[in-house]
């Protein structure tokens, strides 16, 4: 079946540093699925952070950018410069193309930690 | 901003109890999903309605849950007989169809001792 693979549980990287978080994705659906960016924030609900629709585009929001790659199958969160304010959990995510499908298959999360 | 309404928060059962948790989608939004999430791990599917009628389901949902939107402003998810590994997180989302954004809910907390 679908399934997303976030291979850090935990990041922590230095203000004003470059970051990364890796998702790589498999999906068994005809045709390529949406993949998505949701971040929860301490104390606050799941948001969506981005999303992309289109094999080969780039999503961006607040700073971060993340490129859907069909070939290496993976949508890699980044960003040139964190700050504090960008400490949460990030889920990596995929909606599979199926008719009736509209649920979302979650990676593991990656805890982002921020070094003053 | 969307905002998806869950009740109650948290949720204490004893083993063998009933559970249900409720959530009250967006205004006009016509799909509602159910995940569960145990641990701070990846979200699981368990629902998904669109236009209160369930279109798509995990087994495990289809065993022991009970989940049901009788209105377009109201579902509900329901545990016949709480287990010690239901603990976990049950988060509610809407969206204006299954395709769209899906807008998540705080979540009610299930601890089931």
């Known amino acids: 079946g679908d399934s997303v693979t976030q291979t850090e549980g935990q990041v922590t990287v230095s203000e004003s540093k470059s970051l990364i978080i890796n998702c790589t994705y498999s999906a068994t659906s005809i045709g390529y699925p949406n993949l998505f960016w949701y971040v929860r924030y301490p104390g606050e609900g799941l948001q969506l952070l981005l999303k992309?629709?289109?094999?080969?585009q780039k999503g961006s929001s607040r700073g971060f950018e993340a490129t859907y790659n069909k070939e290496a199958t993976s949508f890699h969160l980044q960003k040139a410069s964190v700050q504090e304010s960008d400490s949460a959990v990030y889920y990596c995510?995929?909606?599979?193309?199926?008719?009736?499908?509209?649920?979302?298959?979650f990676g593991q999360g990656t805890k982002l930690s921020i070094k003053p | 901003d969307a905002a998806v309404t869950q009740k109650p928060r948290y949720l204490i059962k004893m083993k063998g109890q009933e559970a249900e948790m409720k959530c009250i989608p967006e205004?006009?939004?016509?799909?509602v999903f159910w995940y569960q999430q145990k641990q701070s791990k990846e979200l699981k599917f368990l629902i998904y309605f669109q236009n209160q009628q369930p279109l798509d389901q995990i087994d495990m949902v289809k065993e022991r849950f009970s989940a049901v939107c009788p209105s377009s402003s109201l579902c509900s998810l329901g545990i016949r007989t709480c287990e010690a590994e239901d603990s976990a997180l049950y988060l509610c989302?809407?969206?204006?169809?299954?395709?769209?954004?899906?807008?998540f809910g705080p979540g009610t907390r299930l601890l089931v001792l």
């Open positions: 995510a995929l909606r599979p193309m199926n008719y009736n499908q509209g649920k979302l298959i």
């Open positions: 205004k006009g939004h016509t799909a």
């Open positions: 992309v629709i289109t094999a080969g």
């Open positions: 989302s809407s969206s204006w169809t299954g395709q769209d954004t899906q807008y």
